[in-house]
């Protein structure tokens, strides 16, 4: 069974459109995590969220909004969608272990 | 900010080599350092890990030094394999941060040449 899973794998999309991916874990973990990494294998945190509490925003565009139904999911939206938005963005969970990460999804916008 | 230096950025190794990427840090409130590996395609996953208040740790072919008044870590590969081969990101935590909020080194990508 996968700890952390994102839908879609792929996503590839215009300019000025709005996407959404989605997270969930199944580890029991308080804790969950948006990480971007661009096209040079940079990891940067954008936000994390503990029980339904976003403690940590980094300087990341309002256009970014995470969402987080439960303790198990944390989905992020994005609006108004720009050409350098095309990243892997990896959701991660952790709890009183460390950061287990799902598979990524990559997205490109054209 | 980088908080958290990593080199070489990529490295080659022939097999049954030694791999040695080295990490250093300023801030000393950070009190974990992991090292992820991440193959192509995949999520970064937990390699090994260290606190500061030992000077080494191993696991099987991978050994973490930590020298404290150095600030500065390094991931030792011993027998490198060519199965080795991906991308290794160093990490810090806060102290006193209550979730594994990690801050990464840019990364190394290391190639394990039969």
């Known amino acids: 069974d996968t700890a952390v899973s994102q839908t879609p794998k792929y996503l590839v999309t215009q300019m000025g459109n709005d996407k959404s991916i989605k997270c969930e874990q199944n580890?029991?973990?308080?804790?969950m995590y948006w990480y971007k990494q661009d096209s040079k294998k940079f990891l940067k945190i954008m936000f994390s969220?503990?029980?339904?509490?976003?403690?940590i925003n980094e300087t990341v565009p309002n256009r970014f909004s995470p969402k987080s139904p439960d303790k198990a999911h944390l989905n992020l939206h994005i609006n108004s969608l720009e050409l350098g938005d095309s990243a892997v963005y990896f959701c991660a969970s952790s709890g009183n272990s460390p950061l287990h990460f799902g598979n990524g999804t990559r997205l490109t916008v054209t | 900010q980088q908080q958290v230096k990593q080199s070489p950025q990529s490295l080659i190794v022939q097999k049954g080599g030694i791999s040695i990427i080295n990490c250093a840090y300023e801030n000393t409130a950070f009190d974990y350092f992991p090292w992820y590996q991440q193959f192509p395609g995949k999520g970064p996953a937990l390699l090994i890990a260290?606190?500061?208040?030992?000077s080494e740790k191993k696991e099987g072919r991978f050994t973490i030094s930590f020298n404290k008044s150095a600030k500065q870590f390094s991931l030792h590969i011993m027998d490198s394999q060519p199965g080795d081969s991906a991308t290794y990101f160093c990490a810090a935590r806060l102290t006193g941060a209550g979730s594994y909020q990690l801050t990464f080194g840019k990364g190394t990508k290391l190639s394990v040449i039969p």
């Open positions: 260290i606190r500061p208040d030992v």
């Open positions: 969220y503990n029980n339904k509490e976003l403690i």
């Open positions: 580890l029991g973990h308080d804790t």
